[in-house]
């Protein structure tokens, strides 16, 4: 005998986009939207110092932003930035493109600890040092662009360094560390390399071109944070309040929802309209009275 099943399509969109807590062990965050003087933290904690007074209120990726021109800098307090564990350390960068530190608590002198950097070739690069003096370096697969911002978080999980670009995993670090991130001396430095205690040490690596929404954590970041700060190319700014999740529309093309069916197999087709990269799409069938996953594409 022939056997009938009634068969309820259910497409389950696999996108896991929910509201990360991007306030969860934020060492520091700076708009970079005062118009006079340093930089604020603001967390109202770790206020910035100039070095030859960048330019303040120029164009920024969200509202206003700091222009470096070549020789100037910020510095802030070592001490709070001495991240021993996991860290990451985020940016909308718009520069010349080559050889520019964005962020940096690199050198005292005779200690290298963390780096968020534009190298030589163009490519964006991230550094941590561990206490057995292990420099573990990831830098991006591609070139970032010139003349336009650009999203840039470096993290470091307690074993390697990753790179984003635009809110995308660009590259992971090779090699791997001893899980301690050494500590220095340095001043937490932004447009700028520091080579010695600051603020009487010296500067290297200077940076020519415009930085916002810069962003330290004491945690290594996930992917999905990541997504959710660069927010599709706009941004998201302190405190991180989330954008509504984005409308998806599926459309069932074959076979007919509900459709009876008197088939061992059966193809599915449809349609997906989604502003986010697409992980996957499930197909559940209820064959039963209950709904049971089938196939996962």
Request: proline share 5%; aromatic share 10%.
């Amino acid at each position: 005998m022939k056997k009938f099943l009634i068969l309820s399509l259910m497409l389950i969109l696999l996108s896991s986009f929910v509201s990360a807590d991007l306030l969860l062990n934020l060492t520091a965050y700076y708009t970079m939207d005062d118009l006079v003087g340093s930089p604020t933290d603001s967390l109202g904690v770790n206020n910035g110092t100039d070095i030859s007074d960048p330019i303040e209120g120029v164009v920024g990726k969200i509202s206003t932003a700091y222009f470096f021109t070549g020789n100037d800098a910020v510095i802030f307090d070592d001490a709070p930035f001495d991240l021993t564990d996991t860290l990451s350390v985020g940016a909308w960068y718009n520069g010349s493109g080559t050889t520019d530190t964005i962020a940096s608590k690199f050198w005292d002198g005779s200690v290298r600890t963390y780096e968020l950097l534009i190298d030589p070739t163009g490519k964006a690069s991230f550094l941590v040092t561990d206490t057995a003096v292990n420099i573990v370096t990831v830098t991006s697969a591609t070139a970032v662009n010139n003349g336009t911002f650009v999203h840039l978080v470096g993290t470091y999980n307690g074993s390697h360094t990753f790179i984003y670009l635009d809110g995308r995993l660009s590259a992971i670090s090779a090699t791997s560390t001893n899980g301690i991130t050494a500590v220095n001396s340095a001043d937490f430095t932004i447009g700028a390399q520091p080579r010695a205690s600051s603020p009487t040490g010296s500067f290297l690596n200077f940076m020519t071109g415009t930085i916002d929404e810069v962003g330290i954590w004491n945690r290594n970041l996930s992917a999905l944070e990541v997504a959710e700060l660069y927010n599709n190319g706009t941004g998201l700014t302190y405190p991180f309040t989330p954008p509504p999740p984005p409308d998806i529309n599926i459309t069932l093309l074959t076979p007919t929802d509900n459709q009876i069916i008197n088939s061992t197999t059966t193809n599915f087709t449809y349609n997906i309209i989604f502003s986010l990269p697409l992980a996957n799409c499930s197909l559940y069938l209820n064959t039963s009275g209950v709904f049971a996953i089938n196939q996962t594409n």
